[in-house]
């Protein structure tokens, strides 16, 4: 059993422990990127996009800088911007509002189902618009939305369908991958995401060749030919460090999925009678990037928690419509019921796919005795 007394940390995610096991190939990839003397949209570069979008399923995958950067581009390289609107999820890392605000168009939320935590395919017809451009779905923490459902709106009145999937990558819904079902897809490399680089790095993937050209010319100044500009771009190009390191952690995704899964079979088995836990709807693969549990007395759950030197995490604490960066689209407290309720109960706890099963069972131990004491 393992034994805490030192109170030796167990945190959200131990990315040295992940190091350990392929700290060898990791090595010696980087050196293959320094010996090249190739350090900017490379041959490591060009190999990760096509394995990407061969793992999601998608025909084209065009790297760059961070997630962020990704879903700025996704919605430039399909024409959203000003004036235009884009229904997406209130209930979602400050980055998916963002990047909406940032090319232009206004944001528009839509509650969530409180199964899920994504957002609610039948709250979305009612928020279109003559000037909706399109709908930017959230796989939110590794929970692949509704997509059917979503595809069909979006078919109905002409939107377009972008997949926010940066804590997504290899969730599935009847076999079919994130990355591969709407118009365009994003995912972040950030260093705690299932895949992970060792700094900031991004994908965008898409079925559909003009718009992958499109994202090639934009995250290079809007450039196809050097120093020939046809349009206004940004800097956002994959390095071959993060892109080298990526191609070996790729081919280990799967495994720490699995591993990922089977913590969180755990902690269901463990909690499923005392508080709200993941819900997994049929046919769909959940990755986990995050395990949540809701309860009334979450801000009490963390504190003794951490009194253990247990790690938890708030995702997330605010809203985005009650954000005060949105305060200008006079959204106000109340018009997002679920989302508001979520916020105020959820709690992450340690999920990666190191996770002994020692120091799971003294989080899980804790966590009971917490809720069997009813403080």
């Known amino acids: 059993m393992f034994n805490n007394n030192k109170l030796t940390p167990i945190p959200m995610v131990d990315l040295k422990e992940e190091l350990y096991l392929i700290r060898s190939p990791i090595i010696e990839t980087l050196g293959d990127v320094l010996d090249s003397g190739e350090y900017i949209l490379g041959e490591k570069g060009e190999k990760l996009e096509k394995a990407i979008a061969k793992y999601v399923g998608a025909s084209y995958g065009a790297g760059v800088a961070n997630g962020t950067d990704a879903l700025e581009l996704s919605l430039k390289a399909l024409n959203v911007g000003d004036g235009d609107e884009v229904i997406t999820t209130p209930f979602t890392f400050f980055a998916t509002g963002e990047a909406i605000a940032q090319v232009g168009a206004t944001p528009v939320f839509v509650d969530i189902e409180e199964e899920t935590y994504n957002i609610d395919p039948a709250k979305i017809e009612e928020q279109i618009t003559e000037k909706t451009k399109a709908i930017l779905v959230v796989h939110l923490y590794g929970q692949i939305a509704r997509m059917k459902e979503i595809i069909d709106i979006a078919k109905k009145y002409n939107l377009k369908v972008i997949e926010d999937a940066c804590q997504a990558i290899g969730a599935e819904d009847d076999r079919k991958r994130v990355g591969s079902i709407g118009d365009i897809a994003c995912f972040s490399f950030f260093p705690s995401k299932n895949l992970g680089a060792f700094g900031d790095a991004g994908m965008i993937t898409t079925n559909q060749k003009k718009v992958y050209e499109q994202i090639c010319k934009l995250?290079?100044?809007?450039?196809?030919?050097k120093y020939y500009h046809s349009s206004i771009g940004m800097n956002s190009r994959l390095d071959e460090f993060q892109a080298a390191i990526l191609l070996i952690k790729l081919s280990y995704l799967d495994i720490f999925l699995h591993q990922r899964r089977e913590v969180a079979r755990?902690?269901?088995?463990?909690?499923?009678?005392?508080?709200?836990?993941?819900?997994?709807?049929?046919n769909k693969a959940h990755t986990f990037h995050q395990?949540?549990?809701?309860?009334?007395?979450?801000?009490?759950?963390?504190?003794?928690?951490?009194?253990?030197?247990?790690?938890?995490?708030?995702?997330?604490p605010i809203p985005l419509h009650l954000q005060q960066a949105f305060h200008y689209l006079e959204y106000k407290e109340g018009d997002f019921p679920i989302a508001e309720k979520v916020a105020n109960r959820i709690l992450a706890l340690p999920i990666y796919p190191m996770l002994s099963i020692q120091k799971q069972e003294y989080v899980i131990e804790k966590v009971l005795n917490f809720l069997n004491s009813g403080l």
């Open 219 to 225: 995250r290079n100044h809007g450039s196809k030919e």
């Open 266 to 282: 755990r902690y269901t088995d463990n909690f499923k009678e005392f508080v709200k836990s993941p819900v997994i709807p049929n």
């Open 291 to 316: 395990y949540c549990i809701e309860l009334d007395k979450r801000d009490e759950l963390a504190l003794e928690l951490r009194n253990y030197g247990i790690a938890s995490a708030i995702y997330y």
